[in-house]
Each structure stands twice: as structure tokens, then as C-alpha cells.
């Protein structure tokens, strides 16, 4: 069974730095990790998307990795910004057909000014 | 930029009441979801739904819960009986064919429900 896990489960940093989340995952059979962010009490946006034959995305200031073999995945978000405080959270798209997502309970960042 | 959307964005209600919650999916997607998260907790999935029926379903979807198409644009969760430990954030989700968009899910801004 398909478990996420997110590491740390909390961030509070200063404003402009370059910092790193981590996600990992027990089956490496999967088909893609999408990376969301959650504003408090609000919905799911979709950040980036990895398939698994890939080995990074990058948007804008975020670059997502993925070491499937290791069960790995990593955000890292550069120069941050108060605006990027919000949870961050990790899916994993199973190999099934109904590419159901299994996620991680998230990391809350908090960006200070 | 097409979005899924969700109604209502917040409901209240008593046990034991029936509540039905409603997504309009982006509308060329093919592949429907209900995903939802309690407080505190993981988002957790609960039914996916594809060609007109269930092609997967949780634990947690049981018999007090159901889905439904009724036309080409509507998706609806249903929970006849409403329980205390139904109150959650729900979340639905769409997607189109794999080589269009490599099975990447787009999401509501959710629903939340809270059982009294």
C-alpha cells in the first residue's frame, strides 16, 4: 500500500531564501507526482506535475525533482516571498488505470517578511 | 482558463440529513473525482467515476454515499445520512485522456460540509 510521507511537517523562514521540501514515497511504481499548494481553508492548486520518466519540472521559481528508484521527491522554492506561505503538499499518481492520487499531509511553510 | 468549480462552497447541516454536493468538471475532461480532507488530516480519496459509472471507490464510500452524471456538465456526491465524522473539506477533481495532459487532476476549490 502507497504511503506519503512529507518532511518537515512545518517551515518558517526568513524572506529570500532558497529552501527545500521534501516528499517520499513506499512504491516507486507510479505513473507521476503532481506538487500542490493549499491556502488555509481554501483549495488545491496544482503547482507541477512529474512523470515518472522525468527527473525534474521547473516553474517559474519552483523546481520539482524526482528520484523514483529512491522513492524521493523534492520542491525547491527559491528567493521566497511572503506570498508563498501556504501548505505544500505531495500526490502521488498511482500506476493503476484510475490514477487515483495518494497524498502526504503536507509541509506549512510560513515566509516572514 | 477553464476551472473546475464546486457548489456550495460551505454548507451546514444536521445529522442524519442528506446533502448533495455539486461540480461542473472542466468541461472536455473525461475522468471525474471526489476527494476529501477532515481537519487536520491528509486528503483522502474517495470514488472515481468514468464513463457513466464508479471505476473505483474507498473504504470510506459506502453505501451512505453515491455519485452521479445526470447530464453532460453536472458531477454530484450525495450523502443520504449525514454523520458527525462527515464534516470535511470535499474536493472534486477532473482530468482528460493520459497523452493530452499525462493524467494531471485539476481541482475545485472544495466544499465544506459541517455536520451538527
Known amino acids: 500500500k502507497q504511503e506519503v510521507t512529507q518532511i518537515p511537517a512545518a517551515l518558517s523562514v526568513p524572506e529570500g531564501e532558497n529552501l527545500v521540501l521534501n516528499c517520499s514515497f513506499t512504491?516507486?511504481?507510479?505513473?507521476?507526482l503532481q506538487w500542490f499548494r493549499q491556502d488555509p481553508g481554501k483549495g488545491l492548486t496544482s503547482l507541477l506535475l512529474i512523470q515518472s520518466s522525468q527527473r525534474e519540472q521547473t516553474s517559474g521559481r519552483l523546481n520539482a525533482s524526482l528520484d523514483k528508484s529512491s522513492g524521493r521527491s523534492t520542491l525547491y522554492i527559491a528567493a521566497s516571498q511572503p506570498g508563498d506561505s501556504a501548505t505544500y503538499l505531495c500526490?502521488?499518481?498511482?500506476?493503476?488505470?484510475?490514477?487515483?492520487?495518494?497524498w502526504g499531509l503536507g509541509t506549512s511553510l510560513a515566509v516572514n517578511p | 482558463e477553464p476551472e473546475v468549480t464546486q457548489t456550495p462552497s460551505h454548507q451546514v447541516t444536521q445529522m442524519g440529513q442528506e446533502v448533495i454536493l455539486r461540480c461542473v468538471p472542466i468541461?472536455?475532461?473525461?475522468?471525474f473525482y471526489w476527494y476529501r480532507q477532515i481537519l487536520g488530516q491528509k486528503v483522502e480519496f474517495l470514488v472515481s467515476f468514468y464513463n457513466n459509472e464508479i471505476s473505483e471507490k474507498s473504504e470510506i464510500f459506502d453505501d451512505q454515499f453515491s455519485v452521479e452524471r445526470p447530464d453532460g456538465s453536472n458531477f454530484t456526491l450525495k450523502i443520504r445520512s449525514t454523520k458527525l465524522e462527515d464534516s470535511a473539506m470535499y474536493f472534486c477533481a477532473s482530468r482528460w485522456r493520459e497523452g493530452n495532459s499525462h493524467g494531471e487532476l485539476f481541482f475545485g476549490e472544495g466544499s465544506r460540509l459541517t455536520v451538527l
Open positions: 500526490a502521488v499518481n498511482g500506476a493503476g488505470n484510475n490514477r487515483k492520487l495518494i
Open positions: 512504491d516507486s511504481a507510479i505513473y507521476n
Open positions: 468541461s472536455n475532461h473525461l475522468y
